[in-house]
């Protein structure tokens, strides 16, 4: 038979001689007391981690020879050792409050993390992400939200956002969030000679934007060459930069090594096209970098019915910067042979060259990587206009 508390509660005693794990029931429902979940949740009500971490010991202690406990006791304990303290719930659950977000027949948790991650899209630094990703959780706390639709947290997010950083830097987010359940995959090119950053811009842009795709041209040139030998596609068989080696015929009177280059990526783009083929059949966003990217070499017009294609170039333009990058490159990859990069130093600028003159006969836009974390945000901001430029969309629609 149940026992009570000396203040009256009903409560299930621990046997003599046992040890159990200690339930809270709320509503018929149990569920396990974590302290580590409670220590959480008071420290998201602005109760600093120390007075969090001794409220919840003690409150573990008091209950210490019990199996089960109501959540009206639990949260009355809480009050009680906090005292003074400023706690903002008087509601509180022992466990992490549930904030279900709600949409398109789906429910899944609300997570800060996610909504941080997901803020990145508006070309922001990661801290005012994360700020504003804790100041919307703080909101919903203080209105002891347990669900919201995901429009509503959306419009939360571009409140917040255009209060702390401008009306612009919040559309950007809108925009994004449109094309996060596409009728058609956005496709983001990343194109520039050896040596500029690609990769890891492309990497890094994925992961703001949530794309889950992530493809190089050296690996589909790679995969290429296990297919093709060097006798039926001599040009895929060497680097961007050294091709005119390579060549079975004689340039005519034409640079040589950018004859090679050509040779080389107009090989390679069967390679590039079938992957933005396959990812626009399976409706895939996809991030695709690298050298065989060029300008003008793609139809992009016939994708127009079909995917939103973003063509940007990255350059290095300060050569000092641009060498300092293949030194950095040997520290981190020392399979690569750097030395045969500065070795080709002024075919690599070359490239380079040829590069940029093709992306401003093609209007696409130029990214000189100076700062890495500056370029992230300059791909973000050119992707996010081109979006918005081509939709045109409603505000209202947005949200």
Excluded: C
Excluded at 227 to 234: F, G, I, K, Q
Excluded at 235 to 240: N, Q, R, T, V
Excluded at 342 to 356: A, G, V
């Amino acid at each position: 038979m149940a026992s009570s508390d000396p203040k009256g509660a009903a409560r299930d005693p621990v046997p003599d001689g046992e040890t159990t794990a200690l339930e809270v029931e709320d509503a018929g429902r149990r569920r396990p007391f974590m302290r580590g979940i409670m220590v959480h949740s008071l420290v998201a009500r602005g109760v600093g981690f120390d007075e969090a971490y001794r409220t919840a010991n003690l409150v573990r202690d008091r209950f210490a020879d019990l199996t089960l406990v109501q959540k009206s006791e639990i949260a009355k304990a809480i009050r009680e050792v906090l005292g003074d303290t400023p706690f903002r719930d008087e509601q509180w659950v022992p466990t992490a409050l549930d904030i279900t977000v709600t949409g398109s027949g789906k429910r899944l948790p609300f997570s800060k993390g996610l909504l941080s991650q997901s803020l990145l899209a508006a070309a922001i630094d990661p801290n005012d992400a994360f700020d504003v990703a804790r100041e919307i959780e703080r909101e919903l706390l203080r209105r002891d939200t347990r669900e919201i639709d995901r429009h509503e947290l959306r419009g939360l997010a571009y409140e917040a956002l255009s209060h702390e950083l401008g009306p612009q830097t919040a559309e950007r987010y809108l925009i994004w969030r449109r094309y996060q359940e596409p009728e058609r995959p956005v496709i983001i090119l990343l194109g520039g000679t050896a040596g500029v950053g690609k990769t890891s811009l492309a990497l890094e842009v994925a992961h703001r934007f949530g794309i889950g795709r992530v493809l190089s041209t050296d690996s589909i040139r790679q995969i290429m060459r296990v297919m093709l030998s060097a006798e039926l596609a001599p040009s895929i068989h060497g680097s961007s930069y050294d091709g005119s080696r390579l060549l079975s015929n004689d340039p005519g009177g034409r640079d040589p090594v950018l004859e090679g280059f050509r040779a080389q990526t107009a090989a390679v783009s069967v390679g590039v096209r079938a992957s933005i083929d396959r990812a626009i059949a399976e409706n895939a966003s996809m991030v695709l970098d690298g050298v065989s990217l060029v300008p003008g070499l793609f139809d992009l017009e016939a994708y127009e019915e079909l995917a939103d294609v973003v063509f940007l170039v990255v350059a290095a333009l300060d050569e000092d910067a641009f060498v300092g990058r293949f030194h950095a490159r040997a520290a981190d990859e020392r399979r690569r042979g750097t030395h045969r990069y500065l070795e080709n130093l002024d075919s690599i600028q070359k490239i380079q060259d040829y590069f940029l003159s093709l992306a401003e006969r093609a209007d696409v836009p130029i990214v000189d990587n100076v700062s890495f974390d500056r370029s992230v945000l300059l791909i973000i901001r050119h992707v996010t206009e081109a979006l918005r430029k081509r939709g045109d969309h409603d505000l209202a629609d947005l949200l």
